[in-house]
């Protein structure tokens, strides 16, 4: 049982270089969403999808824009990168729309902006 | 809007002694709460809930949790910590309908021997 899986795991960008993370759940899971983590300020909400087809800005949306790409995918790209965005980031699902269940969480990718 | 605050940014406690993690939340309604851990490297994992009902709810691995909603709080609860309990330990919120959750700043926790 997979849960939530990202890709990858670690990754080094030169500033101005632009990735793509990737995201999947093999849950059914209809809401997905990235945070990114970093020291001392928790848990940041970046984008979410609600559910297939939409997705809505969090509260760190700058220098992101994400992909549902269908049920089980949600990417996340950084078009420039900036060594603002050395992070780790996180992709989550939960079952419903909104948080009336838990979000089950990815492992993480740890991203260095050089 | 929705917001968490965990006081306290780093705990230790020694093994065999008893803990607890405070939490204390801002929210209009009924809100949803959530404890997650996170272990060095890894993902969170869910430690406990609290939808309705009962206010205090057990969870994984000995930890329990009581709603207050007086106080606005929600304290995670150990009587013996071991020394596989050190971790950082996030508290949440959310709410009914579609609104993500809402991370505290995260507590971590050192358990000496």
């Known amino acids: 049982n997979a849960g939530v899986t990202q890709t990858p795991k670690f990754q080094v960008l030169k500033t101005g270089q632009s990735m793509t993370l990737q995201c999947a759940q093999d849950m059914n899971h209809n809401s997905m969403y990235w945070y990114r983590q970093d020291p001392g300020m928790g848990l940041r909400l970046i984008y979410y999808s609600a559910s297939e087809g939409t997705t809505d800005k969090g509260e760190v949306p700058n220098g992101y824009n994400v992909s549902r790409l269908n049920k089980r995918e949600f990417s996340l790209r950084l078009e420039s990168a900036a060594p603002s965005q050395t992070s780790v980031y996180f992709c989550?699902?939960?079952?419903?729309?909104?948080?009336?269940?838990?979000?089950?969480f990815g492992q993480g990718t740890r991203l260095t902006v050089v | 809007a929705q917001s968490v605050t965990q006081p306290d940014i780093h705990i230790t406690v020694s093994e065999g002694a008893s803990l607890e993690l405070r939490c204390n939340y801002s929210y209009g309604a009924t809100p949803y709460l959530f404890w997650y851990v996170q272990s060095p490297g890894q993902g969170l994992q869910l430690l406990l809930k609290y939808f309705s009902g009962d206010t205090l709810v057990q969870g994984i691995k000995g930890f329990e949790a009581e709603f207050k909603r007086s106080q606005s709080s929600f304290n995670l609860r150990k009587p013996s910590v071991h020394w596989s309990d050190a971790a950082e330990y996030f508290c949440?919120?959310?709410?009914?309908?579609?609104?993500?959750?809402?991370f505290g700043k995260g507590t971590r926790l050192s358990v000496i021997a």
């Open positions: 949440a919120v959310g709410a009914r309908g579609n609104t993500p959750l809402v």
């Open positions: 989550a699902s939960s079952a419903t729309q909104g948080a009336s269940t838990e979000a089950f």
